[in-house]
Structures are given as C-alpha cells and as structure tokens.
C-alpha cells in the first residue's frame, strides 16, 4: 500500500509537470523531484517484487547461446527486465546524485560543495586518461 501511495504522488507530480508545460510554463523543481522520486521508487517496487516472488522470480530457461546478448535479453522473465532497468532509471537523464544536487543547491538554497581545485591552473586539475 505505501508503494502504491508513493506511485500517486509521483503521478500527481508529473501531471503538474505537464499542466505546466501545456500553459506555457517552465517546470520548476517538481522536474528533478519527480526523477529522484520516480527512479527511487521504481527500484522499491522491483526489490518488492523479487520478493514476493522469491527465488523463481528470477530464474530464466537460459536457452540463449553464449554471446548471444540479444537472446539472452528476450529470454528473461518480465520481473528480472524490471529490476535491471530500474538501476537505468537512476542513472538516465542525469543520475539520482546530480538532480539530488540540483535540488539542494537551487531549491534549498543549500550551499555548493567546496571546489578543492577552484583557481588552480588547468595543468593541475586532476583528470582521467593516462598518467602524466
């Protein structure tokens, strides 16, 4: 029940998202509420679901050939989809962290993270790739 209450909510977020945008309006912060919300929730209802169907939730026939990605993939029961693709929800369209960010800094009012390499030349401003 609180799973289903917290799918409401979400809902009735994005409809004000969307009645927004449909008058003309920008969307204000409800955007990454909505997304940090959404992606969060999401994964509670597959973990939910994995456990309520237990270990045969997630077993598949495994008819697929080795390497063969796309077979594999098809072949997965809808339970184990779900679960896979709620750890994408968190990472697409910005990750949970950086709308988590956006929403302390922009709508809190909460100060940035100190920059430890603010005014440093370029050439000292850790980067990846190989080592110099």
């Known amino acids: 029940m609180r799973l289903w209450c917290e799918d409401q ?17 920008t969307p204000g912060p409800e955007g990454s509420i909505g997304k940090v919300a959404g ?50 929800n968190t990472i697409e369209g910005g990750t949970t962290e950086v709308n988590k960010n956006i929403l302390a800094e922009r709508v809190l009012g909460l100060p940035k993270e100190p920059d430890p390499w603010e005014g440093k030349p370029w050439r000292d401003v850790p980067r990846s790739g190989p080592a110099r």
């Open 9 to 25: 909510i979400r809902s009735w977020t994005n409809q004000r998202v969307r009645a927004t945008v449909k008058a003309g309006g």
């Open 39 to 88: 992606a969060e929730l999401n994964q509670r209802i597959q973990e939910a679901v994995a456990d309520l169907l237990g270990p045969e939730g997630t077993a598949w026939s495994g008819a697929a050939e080795p390497g063969d990605v796309e077979a594999w993939a098809a072949s997965l029961p809808f339970e184990v989809k779900g679960m896979l693709r709620s750890r994408a």
